[in-house]
């Protein structure tokens, strides 16, 4: 059966992917960005999920205003890195997992929600820059890659009880897939910022310690937060935080608190990050099935 | 959810704006009625995504411009670089992006125009832990409390 073990949480800022690609990683100004993420490269090494479901959304990249799917999943085999303006990010293509995501968007359907399907996408900096933060700078991603871009653009985006659940039917999905795979679920994009108007700049860092918080021990809570209340308190761009609310919801209720970092400013945004692992799986565990999934990407 | 009355004539919020929303200042609400607004002016920002485009647009702007069914007042907001005029017209910053891109310019950059700081005044202010709340909640709440000193970090 395959499983979603963990849930990682983090900002999508592009000023992170182009601090990456041009070698500025050493500047004063990002050194604490990524210090502060050596410890979770470190995790998701040793985790070693075979699959990301990610989590994010794209930035009139691959939509346009020709079509604006609420949620949708990337059920081809590869993604490109788009071009947002300044050409591709010299990043690996992403492998998708054309077999498992087909199985997910059948099964979230007839569970209710009304994915739309995309067979052919470029996929933007919402879903490279958490790779990046995340894995450094490989030749290839070491794992596959299902992207789940959600409309958080144009108003209405989706509610947070509606992601919240959402993440408990992806959950469902993944469990009733035969194949014995380690899934680890992305939420992306926030924490506090506003890139628009007068009021640019905007940071709510109490607002931001407080989502972190309850995501961990109250995420119903957070699911009640209306959008204008995500605008006032954090900022027109701070509604991607409901993308991370798919994420908790794919988790078991109880979970531990692996790793939290937090960093004001990355360009215009509040860097947040945490990951999360169901309370009941324990480090054995993982470690065997590591090596077992090591055989199997040689094998592939 | 109640409707925002059309009030002011010369920019009327979009029916369908929700109240409340319009009771942030500085901000303004990218929703369906605004992005049909601004159809064409975002699928014209959208099309600098290919290198060809770029390059027409900056050999000819006024010329380039001609192919989209924008309304004047659109064309001109992009002739002058005027993002705010530009998101009032129905853009959103995220395709408002390619067209700065292309300039060469970063969100940050975009960002402390659009709320009139100088560059320096924009890259502290964030290094400072960026713009308070504090006083930027409400504009009807902001007005009672003009009279009262308020701790506010400004851009």
């Known amino acids: 059966m395959a499983k979603i073990i963990a849930s990682v949480n983090c900002s999508h800022v592009p000023a992170i992917g182009a601090a990456i690609d041009l070698g500025k990683t050493q500047q004063p100004y990002w050194v604490p960005v990524f210090r502060g993420f050596e410890p979770s490269k470190k995790w998701i090494a040793e985790t070693r999920p075979d699959v990301i479901i990610l989590v994010y959304n794209d930035h009139a990249s691959a939509f346009s ?17 788009a071009d947002e ?19 997910i968007a059948q099964s979230v359907i007839l569970d209710e929600f009304d994915l739309t399907i995309v067979n052919k996408m470029d996929v933007d900096h919402g879903l490279t ?27 209405p985006p989706p509610t947070g009880n509606r992601c919240f659940q959402f993440g408990k039917a992806i959950r469902r999905a993944v469990e009733s897939f035969p194949e014995d795979l380690r899934v680890v679920i992305f939420g992306t994009g926030g924490m506090s910022h ?78 947040g990050h945490i990951i999360l692992e169901n309370a009941g799986k324990t480090r054995a565990a993982g470690k065997k099935k590591s090596r077992a999934t090591r055989k199997r990407r040689v094998a592939r | 959810m109640t409707k925002e009355p059309m009030t002011h004539p010369a920019n009327p919020p979009p029916p369908g704006t929700p109240v409340e929303f319009s009771d942030i200042p500085g901000t ?47 064309r001109d907001a992009v002739l002058k670089r005027d993002w705010n005029r530009m998101i009032e017209l129905g853009g959103n910053i995220y395709f408002l992006s390619k067209l700065f891109s292309s300039d060469g310019l970063s969100f940050q950059h975009v960002a402390a125009l659009m709320t009139g700081s100088t560059q320096e005044q924009y890259a502290q202010m964030m290094l400072q832990g960026g713009r308070s709340i504090e006083g930027n909640r409400s504009k009807s709440r902001r007005k009672s409390a003009r009279s009262k000193p308020e701790r506010r970090k400004r851009g």
């Open chain 1, 65 to 81: 205003l020709e079509i604006i799917p609420t949620f949708a999943l990337g059920c081809a085999a590869e993604f490109p890195p």
């Open chain 1, 85 to 103: 303006g300044w050409g591709p990010r010299p990043v690996p293509v992403v492998k998708g997992y054309p077999e498992l995501a087909c199985h």
């Open chain 1, 129 to 155: 820059v958490p790779l990046s933060l995340m894995f450094g700078q490989p030749k290839e991603w070491p794992c596959r890659v299902i992207p789940l871009p959600v409309n958080v653009v144009q108003y």
């Open chain 1, 194 to 271: 506003q890139l628009q108007g007068p009021r640019a700049g905007l940071i709510n860092s109490k607002f931001d310690a407080n989502f972190l918080d309850r995501l961990i021990r109250d995420p119903v809570a957070l699911t009640r937060i209306p959008f204008v209340e995500y605008v006032r308190e954090a900022g027109s761009e701070a509604i991607e935080l409901v993308m991370w609310l798919i994420a908790r919801g794919a988790l078991d209720d109880d979970v531990r608190e692996v790793y939290r970092f937090y960093h004001v400013p990355a360009s215009n945004t509040a860097l």
């Open chain 2, 28 to 74: 303004t609400l990218f929703d369906m009625q605004r992005s049909r607004q601004g159809y064409h002016l975002n699928m014209f920002c959208m099309s600098l995504m290919k290198p060809d485009n770029r390059a027409e647009f900056k050999a000819n702007e006024a010329a380039y411009l001609q192919k989209f069914p924008m309304t004047p007042e659109q």
